[in-house]
C-alpha cells in the first residue's frame, strides 16, 4: 500500500494537467485506500477527459461506489460522469 501511496503522490505532484499521469495516480491513489474523489473530480472537468477511456470510467466508477454514493462529496463525481460520457458508446454504472 505505500508504494501505491508514494506512487500516487509523486504522480499528482508531477502530473500538472497530463490526464494519462492523473489518472494513474488516481489509479495509485484509489488502491492505496486514500481520498481520491478530489482528483477523481479534478480529472473528470479536465479539458482532455475524453481520454480517459472505459478503463477511467470504470476506476471513476469504483470510487464512487466506494463513498456513499448521495454524499456532498461524491455527487459532483457522478454528475460529471453522467454529463460528459453517460451516452455516446460508453456505459457508466454505479453501485455495482
Known amino acids: 500500500m505505500d508504494v ?3 506512487l500516487a503522490e509523486w504522480l499528482e505532484r508531477i502530473g500538472g494537467n ?7 495516480a488516481l489509479g495509485h491513489k ?6 481520491s474523489l478530489e482528483l477523481a ?4 472537468r479536465a479539458p482532455q477527459r475524453t481520454l480517459l477511456g472505459q478503463e477511467g470510467l470504470e476506476l471513476l466508477g469504483s470510487i464512487v461506489d466506494a ?11 457522478q454528475e460529471e460522469v453522467v ?3 453517460g451516452s455516446g458508446g460508453f456505459v457508466v454504472r ?3
Do not use: K, M, N
Open 4 to 6: 501505491h501511496r508514494r
Open 18 to 24: 497530463d490526464i494519462r499521469r492523473l489518472r494513474e
Open 30 to 35: 484509489h488502491a492505496a485506500g486514500l481520498a
Open 41 to 44: 473530480v479534478r480529472l473528470v
Open 67 to 77: 463513498a456513499e454514493a448521495f454524499s456532498a462529496d461524491a455527487l459532483p463525481l
Open 83 to 85: 454529463r460528459d460520457f
Open 94 to 96: 454505479f453501485g455495482t
